[in-house]
């Protein structure tokens, strides 16, 4: 991670959200009966997928190229995934891991874009992207119906998480308090719309 932009506490966010999402992405290899490479290769691509088009985007360099934790914790995940039985992670675990993930990441997306000096909008459209693009990438290399085509709220989680950063970045609020809110804030939404199936309005003309 870059020393100079990230504090420790982003530092952490980071790393969490490379953990979860690598777990989701092994766990769904699992679930297919696939071997360890393949499991592993679905941790990797989930856990640095999204933070992987943000770096290039925004001109920084690619995380989890200078970091030699991210690879190896994705290698833990899909060790761990390895030696646990499915039966443990049946039902809504994997959605309730992956929103954590997903609120994360939006964070620190959004406050490394507006480190790198992105204005606000592009900044939460980066959160998005950190937050959302590792699953996407997981669910069709699986040949799953991508998170984007199901009906309760996701992305919009990672735009609170990503807008309430901003805002509070906005205001001068303290940046620690900020993102932990903001986190929460997103986590929040995404377990309410997987326990009520909260979804917005789908098109509906004909």
Same mark, same amino acid.
């Given at each position: 991670?870059?020393?100079?932009?990230?504090?420790?506490?982003?530092?952490?966010?980071?790393?969490?959200?490379?953990a979860?999402?690598?777990?989701?992405?092994?766990?769904?290899?699992?679930?297919?009966?696939?071997t360890?490479?393949?499991?592993?290769?679905?941790?990797?691509?989930?856990g640095?997928?999204?933070?992987?088009?943000r770096?290039?985007?925004?001109?920084?360099?690619?995380?989890?190229?200078?970091?030699a934790?991210?690879? *190896?914790?994705?290698?833990?995940?899909a060790?761990?995934?390895?030696?646990?039985?499915?039966?443990?992670?049946?039902?809504?675990?994997?959605?309730?891991?992956?929103?954590?993930?997903?609120s994360?990441y939006?964070?620190?997306g959004s406050?490394?874009?507006?480190?790198?000096?992105?204005?606000?909008?592009?900044a939460?459209l980066?959160g998005?992207?950190?937050?959302?693009?590792?699953g996407?990438?997981?669910?069709?290399?699986?040949?799953r119906?991508?998170?984007?085509?199901?009906?309760?709220?996701?992305?919009?989680?990672?735009?609170?998480s990503?807008t309430?950063?901003?805002?509070?970045?906005?205001?001068?609020?303290?940046?620690?308090?900020v993102?932990?809110g *903001?986190?929460?804030?997103?986590?929040?939404?995404?377990?309410?719309?997987?326990?009520?199936?909260?979804?917005?309005?789908?098109?509906g003309?004909?």
């Open positions: 991670m870059n020393s100079e932009v990230l504090t420790p506490l982003l530092d952490w966010l980071d790393l969490a959200g490379v979860i999402f690598a777990l989701t992405g092994a766990l769904v290899a699992a679930k297919e009966r696939q360890f490479v393949t499991l592993a290769f679905f941790a990797l691509i989930t640095v997928g999204g933070g992987t088009v770096d290039l985007l925004i001109g920084a360099p690619v995380f989890w190229i200078h970091d934790w991210v690879a *190896a914790i994705c290698l833990a995940m060790l761990f995934a390895w030696f646990t039985p499915t039966r443990w992670w049946e039902g809504r675990f994997l959605s309730v891991a992956d929103g954590l993930g997903l994360a939006a964070v620190l406050a490394k874009a507006l480190e790198y000096g992105l204005p606000p909008t592009p939460i980066m998005v992207i950190t937050g959302c693009v590792g996407i990438i997981r669910d069709v290399i699986a040949g119906p991508s998170i984007l085509m199901r009906p309760e709220l996701y992305v919009t989680a990672a735009a609170l990503a309430t950063n901003v805002l509070g970045d906005l205001v001068g609020l303290v940046r620690e308090w993102w932990v *903001a986190t929460a804030a997103g986590y929040g939404l995404r377990l309410a719309a997987i326990r009520w199936n909260l979804a917005l309005p789908a098109y003309r004909d």
